[in-house]
């Protein structure tokens, strides 16, 4: 009886230890190196109309059985500007910012990596012009961009370190673009404005488990993941002349004063070793309990060992 005991007792304290491990999986700065070239992702449609998985350890999920998908690449590069590089920026994705609903212009989201932290600290803007007949009807107007690029006063907050269940950030990140505007029927001629837009995020991981996803030679192996839940949205206000722009030109634009618009919630999967998502599901709009609008997993998987 007393061996029965303690062997009970020994089984216990194990059980314990490995709980206690799996609810403690922590992902440090240390796990997250930044990448050293483009990432290359596969893009599903969510036929298999899947939803966020649930809260808390989730076990494991295997998301292989969606098949190839559509390769794409996430367009990071290694930052070689000085005017970043001084700053401790070292990596940038290409990406792009709505002035509308259907009319995006394009940028780049610099990233700089601390012990703490990784962050959006700067944004570079190429140079880029637009006709504007699709909503004025007039072929001469245009929006013209000019080239520039900025350090963020308030830089948004992508990840915070140590990172495990139950942990959440936040940031509010406000940036400025530049631009010339031409409407001839407001007397506007290569007019100086600006878009002044705010980024608001909120992440907090809310899950720990195991999942894998497709590969061309098999399913990967299983990864040991925390699942977060990221809120994110701008909200935009345009200025001309220095003054805000009339609400008269801005409908024109379908555009507001203040507009709530980029809304993007989604559900990052993340490992150990890669700073990219292993599995993204992405809602858009939607709530997280609607089913994602997108999926898109990371393509550098390693194979389960024969």
């Not at 990596?113 to 009807?137: K, M």
Request: charged fraction near 25%; aromatic fraction near 14%; charge should be negative.
């Amino acid at each position: 009886m007393i061996r029965k005991k303690i062997s009970l007792s020994l089984l216990l304290a194990f059980l314990s230890q490995v709980l206690f491990a799996q609810v403690n999986f922590t992902i440090t700065y240390e796990d997250m190196p930044a990448p050293a070239k483009a990432i290359e992702v596969r893009v599903y449609q969510n036929f298999s109309k899947i939803r966020s998985t649930a809260k808390g350890d989730f076990g494991s999920r295997d998301f292989s059985l969606m098949g190839e998908g559509e390769p794409t690449s996430m367009d990071y590069y290694v930052e070689d500007d000085p005017y970043f590089t001084e700053a401790n920026m070292i990596l940038a994705r290409k990406t792009s910012k709505n002035f509308v609903k259907g009319f995006v212009y394009f940028y780049s989201s610099v990233l700089a990596f601390h012990g703490d932290a990784v962050y959006e600290a700067g944004i570079g803007v190429p140079e880029q012009s637009y006709p504007l007949t699709s909503f004025t009807g007039n072929a001469a107007d245009h929006l013209d961009i000019p080239e520039q690029h900025s350090i963020l006063e308030g830089p948004k907050k992508i990840i915070e370190f140590p990172m495990q269940e139950g942990s959440n950030w936040s940031s509010e990140s406000r940036r400025t673009v530049n631009f010339n505007l031409t409407v001839e029927a407001y007397g506007l001629k290569n007019v100086p404005a600006q878009h002044v837009w705010t980024v608001y995020r909120e992440e907090k991981i809310t899950g720990y488990g195991k999942i894998r996803v497709y590969h061309p030679d098999g399913p990967s192996e299983y990864y040991e993941v925390l699942k977060s839940e990221i809120k994110e949205y701008a909200v935009d206000s345009f200025y001309i002349g220095g003054k805000p722009a009339p609400d008269a030109l801005l409908k024109a634009f379908g555009a507001v004063q203040g507009q709530k618009i980029n809304i993007e919630n989604k559900v990052n999967f993340y490992r150990k070793g890669h700073f990219n998502f292993l599995l993204c599901l992405y809602f858009g709009e939607k709530d997280f309990d609607d089913e994602a609008k997108m999926i898109y997993a990371d393509m550098d998987v390693d194979m389960p060992e024969k």
